[in-house]
């Protein structure tokens, strides 16, 4: 710019005149505006180009007009410059005057930019949720929409009917449901037609599963009905709470039955029951109640007594309510209940008294207390009485006696010709057997047996009946057995030995007695039943028998006519 030489030349004459022309500054214009339109609610982003015009960064400002905001302005030039536009959704539709201003140098083009009207859409979906089997009413908000009352129509998809449609305005409208008890769970493509006017959400309805529920429960392992649950075998699971579930059968995706184990100790009472198939959770409150268990006999310890015997049993009872003082034992006929004593609810101790006469075989055990009653069968056994011998009679018999000995059993099953009997130290010569609990023995008891009680010994086969102390030795009666030489003369004198049984002689004690006529003039004692006697036979002692007395303390034997006396042979 400036001044400018004007020159004309004309062959070889040339003219010229200084300072003739100057070049002042070009008016500045806006030359372009690319893109030129934009659609209400976009962004965009708009370059400018002026001529003559000097953008500076940080001072050019840009104006769309009424609708547009200018977010951002980056000037590339002093005749370029880029604006990023947000053209707001109600923007007026039409063209627009662009106007640049640079400090004092504005600049503006007319019809420089158009706003169209805003792509049709769906802005939200209110529920945006339905489950299967639902019935609700959706409320759907469009932008740049044209809904029409009686035109417009709403699709959810498959297995989703659109009842009824109300708009409320061009850009709102609601709509009444119903899902299907089956359609498919997960996200559906909402689409609002309304003539040629179709606007799709993705994703903008999902239908959701219907919570899975348990509905009915049946009792004694009986099956489980589910309500839109996918039961599977090996995947579900159930659980209840301090119940054992042992295994779960699934018959399809709604039933299952789960076998249980209720402990002995689970609390009386509702549970709730938990059924799991990976994230499906179903639950039933009160499905199930644990309820007492019927109130048995489990155990008697021990299981069996003979006939005759008294034997502590321990009672062990499930469920049961043992009460001192309350609680009665039966054993049934023969088996009494001499004492009671109970630990617990469920344990007790009975002293039994098994009469001799009591059943053999097994006995049922009855438990009552109060209005309860539990019973066992067959849980105690009455054996065979102990074979015992209850007497003997006599008790007792002398050394070289010979006795019959009656013996009464209990229990015992004599037999004649098989039974024995034994006491030590004394032959049995016989036995005679009259029933299985009597028999009498025929006993020698030896003059050399051992003085004291006996054991008495009955066997028969394998049966062993003893009885300790039954049969006492008692010294034999003290007799004078011999008396060797037993004769003698008138004036003789003669040593005599006198045998004894049973007696006792004993030196410097035991005297000697021969009669009147008779004198003992020695005496030797050998042992308790020999002696030597040294006899003096007067003249005048009786013709005859004579006896023989021997005395030890207060043991007397005598023996009559143990001696004789004959007369004297005289010589003339």
Known sequence: MGSRTLTVTTGSETATLSNAFSVTPGTPVIAAVSP????????????????????????????????????????????????????SS?????????????????VTLDNAFTVAPGTPAITTVNPSTGQQGQNLVVTVTGQFTGFVQGSTQVSFGADVTVVNVTVASPTALTAQLEVGGTAAAGPRALTVTTGAEAVTQNNGFTVTARPAVITAVMPNNGPVTGQFTHFAQGATQVSIDGITVNSVTVTDAALLTASLSIPAAAAVGSRMLTVTTGTELATLSNAFSVTPGTAVITAVSPSMGRQGDTVTVAITGQFTHFAQGTTQVDFGSGVSVAALAVNSATSMMAQLTISSTATVGSHQVAVTTGAEAGTLNNPFSVTPGRPIITTAMPNSGQQGQNVALTVTGQFTHFVQGLTQVRIDGITVNSVIVTNATLLTAYLTIPEAAALGSRTLIVTMG???????????????????????????????????????????????????????????????????????????????????????????????????????????????
Not at 500 to 518: E, I, K, N, R, S
Not at 535 to 540: P, Q
């Open 90 to 106: 109600t923007a007026a539709v039409g063209s627009r005057r662009v106007t640049v201003t640079t400090a004092a140098e504005v």
């Open 462 to 572: 394998p049966e062993l009946a003893t009885l300790s102390n039954a049969f006492s030795v008692t010294p034999g009666t003290p007799v004078i057995m011999a008396v060797s030489p037993n004769t003698a003369k008138q004036a003789d004198t003669v040593t005599v030995a006198i045998a004894g049984q049973f007696t006792h002689f004993a030196p410097g004690m035991t005297q000697v007695d021969l009669g009147p006529g008779v004198s003992v003039t020695g005496l030797t004692v050998n042992s308790a039943t020999s002696l030597l006697v040294q006899l003096s036979i007067s003249n005048v002692a009786p013709v005859g028998s004579t006896y023989v007395t021997v005395t030890t303390a207060g043991e007397v034997v005598t023996l009559n006519n143990a001696f004789l006396v004959t007369p004297q042979i005289l010589i003339p």
């Open 36 to 87: 030129t339109t934009g659609k209400q609610a976009d962004t965009a982003t708009a370059s400018v180009t002026g001529q003559f015009t000097h953008f500076v960064q940080g001072t050019t400002q840009v104006d769309f007009g009424p609708g547009f905001s200018v977010t951002a302005l980056t000037v590339n030039s002093a005749t370029n410059l880029s604006a990023q536009l947000a053209i």
